[in-house]
């Protein structure tokens, strides 16, 4: 988990190039989307972590977003409520 605060936006732009960086989350939500999700893109620096794949988010506890991964929130619904 890389928190933005720490990276510059060259540095930022650098490791989602390279695929250090795959997935956005909020650290306070503990929620985990694509980089291109309108939530995402919307929430406050100081709460936005990066992650490199989604085992990574969820080893981490955070959950799949309900907008961008609607399929894998539905999974993960699924086995929250068992």
């Known amino acids: 988990m890389i928190n933005h605060h720490e990276l510059s936006a060259a540095n930022l732009a650098g490791k989602i190039k390279n695929k250090e ?3 956005g ?5 503990k929620i985990y989307g694509s980089l291109q999700c309108k939530s995402g893109k919307s929430m406050k620096r100081e709460n936005r972590v990066f992650f490199k794949s989604e ?12 907008h961008c991964l609607f399929t894998t929130y539905k999974k993960w619904i699924c086995s929250v409520q068992q």
Not at 25 to 29: M, Q, R, T, Y
Not at 55 to 66: H, K, S, T
Request: hydrophobic content about 45%; glycine content about 10%.
């Open 55 to 66: 085992q990574d988010a969820i080893d981490a506890g955070f959950r799949p977003c309900a």
């Open 21 to 23: 960086i795959c997935f």
């Open 25 to 29: 989350g909020n650290i306070k939500l």
